[in-house]
Structure formats: C-alpha cells, structure tokens
C-alpha cells in the first residue's frame, strides 16, 4: 500500500469563522471537532511520511473557469467566494500545508476532474487514499466514486468531514459505503 492523504476544501471561504460559508459549514465542524482531527490525521500521516495533497476549489478573479450552468458555483460567484489568490482560497490556518504538500486547484466538484490529481498520484504510485473535507456529500462522494473506478482504495475519515448539516454528512456515509472504507481517524494506521 502506498497512501495519499487529501484534505479537501478546507478553505477558509468554507470553513473559516469569517469565511463566506461559516453558517453553513462551521456549526456541525466545531461540534464534531472536524478541524482539530484533521490536524491530528495531517501530523499521523507527516510521521508515517505519507504524501498529503491539498485540494483547493477556485476560480480566477473574473471566475472565466465557472461554469454558468452550476447551482453551487453560480452562489458562490454571487458571493464574491473562490476566488484564487484571496484569502478565501487559502487553506484554513490550523490545517496549514507545508512546502512538501501537493497543491491541487480544482473548478468543478470532483478533486480528479481536469486537475493534476491524477497524474501526481500515478507518478508517486499511489495505490490507497485517505479522504477527507467539506463536504461529505460533495467533494468526498465525489472524490470516493471516482477513485474507486480509478481502482484506487479508499478509505473515507468520516470524523475529519462535515456536511452542511448531519443529515446530509450521514446519507453521504451511507452512499459511500459501497466504494470506500469508512473509518474514524484515530482508527486509521498510514503503517
């Protein structure tokens, strides 16, 4: 097994205090202690010497890569969110990346779609991945289906993702369960 930990969306626009997104996403992170895990999985996976990819949603400033069509990305235009180079597109502070880490800028849902992704994962042989970030029911469904036909494993860390609210967190675990492992960080050994 070679792994990859990613860390998905993490982006202080959604997960931040002051973020754009706080109503929706910081509630159920804090009660679930998302941030504080997702710490603790980074530091497992830096110790094992596990590669650790970031992936970030984002546009440029006149936002020319969002699709017109897209409900979720139509909002955040609206809103003034993901724009790259801000503030809001960086990594939420206590999850910082180090110079070692993977920067994977992504315009849709999926981290695989139209991204580097992909071939950093094949030119480092990576076999296994970790997912994690916001949210469960988006980027993590999304991830988790399509590494899975991507023949990848995949586990889910259920307790390092939120939804926008547990219903939603929850009915996205179910549904992932037929194509990834679903486990709880402190469960996981990078070993």
Known sequence: MKPMLLVMDMLND????NGGGAKTYVPLMKERDVLGRTRAVIAKARAADVLIGYVRVGFSPDYRECPPNSPIFSRARS???FKLGTWGT???PELKPEASDFDIIKHRVSPFYGTSLEPIL????VTDLFLSGVSTN???HTGAREAHDRDYGCTVLEDCCAGGTTDEHDSALRC???FAAI???AD???A
């Open 122 to 125: 094949r030119a480092h042989g």
């Open 90 to 92: 960086e990594v939420h």
């Open 138 to 140: 988006g980027v993590v």
């Open 79 to 81: 809103a003034g969110m």
């Open 176 to 178: 992932l369960a037929r």
């Open 183 to 185: 486990k709880n960080s």
């Open 188 to 190: 996981v050994s990078f």
């Open 14 to 17: 959604l997960v931040h205090e």
